[in-house]
């Protein structure tokens, strides 16, 4: 069965420090892999997809096939980084989503 | 442009009543999906509806249903309330479906007494 894992709850780092959120997922196939993020009081939003391989508000993102990872990248941390990440999977006929970690940018 | 709006934002029923969810999606968008978000289990697929038609359908009992209209308009019924119904309903819209960028609404509370 599909599914997207992200094993941290909670990510707590200070302001210029590297960032990694970890996302795995479980998917025979050629799957379309999002990072969606919620910041405080906000609706939940596309940060970044796979397929367009952009760096957004200075994240990256790689899909490693071998290892079925997509982790969320960014070297230097922001306090407006501080939201709830939520690492999503389609296979066109579902989207399903990891449990979310949030990250807290401490000053 | 505007947003996904979604009515009503907060709802308070009692077991084994009925309640009814409307989604509005963004002009031009065909798909609306719909998501329940409990702090157990997290965000969950419900269905996708694409030009009035069920499209997908997540792994939720046949007591959540939905339909959508020919303005895309979307809503989402969930008869004989549990109280394990409790939680925030999201709803998104997208221009061709799921693997397009989902929009998302600000979200139903529902509460179940």
């Known amino acids: 069965a599909q599914r997207v894992t992200q094993p941290e709850k909670l990510l707590s780092v200070f302001k210029g420090a590297p960032v990694e959120l970890k996302c795995n997922y479980s998917y025979s196939g050629s799957p379309e892999l999002f990072w969606y993020v919620q910041y405080s009081r906000q609706r939940l939003q596309l940060l970044l997809r796979h397929i367009s391989r952009e760096s957004i508000k200075g994240f990256t993102a790689d899909l490693n096939k071998g290892e079925t990872s997509f982790h969320l990248k960014k070297p230097f941390a922001q306090e407006e980084d501080s939201a709830m990440y939520y690492c999503?999977?389609?296979?066109?006929?579902?989207?399903?989503f990891g449990t979310g970690t949030r990250l807290q940018v401490f000053p | 442009k505007a947003g996904v709006t979604q009515t009503p934002r907060y709802l308070i029923k009692t077991r084994g009543q009925q309640v009814t969810l409307s989604c509005s999606p963004i002009?031009?968008?065909?798909?609306v999906s719909w998501y329940q978000q409990t702090p157990g289990q997290g965000l969950q697929f419900l269905f996708e509806?694409?030009?009035?038609?069920?499209?997908n359908k997540g792994n939720f009992p046949g007591r959540f249903s939905g339909r959508q209209f020919s303005n895309s308009r979307s809503e989402m019924n969930v008869s004989t309330l549990e109280l394990g119904d409790s939680a925030l309903y999201l709803c998104a819209s997208s221009l061709l479906g799921l693997d397009n960028e989902q929009f998302f609404g600000p979200g139903t509370r529902l509460t179940v007494l």
């Open positions: 999503a999977l389609s296979d066109w006929n579902k989207l399903i």
């Open positions: 002009s031009g968008h065909r798909s």
């Open positions: 509806y694409f030009s009035e038609t069920q499209r």
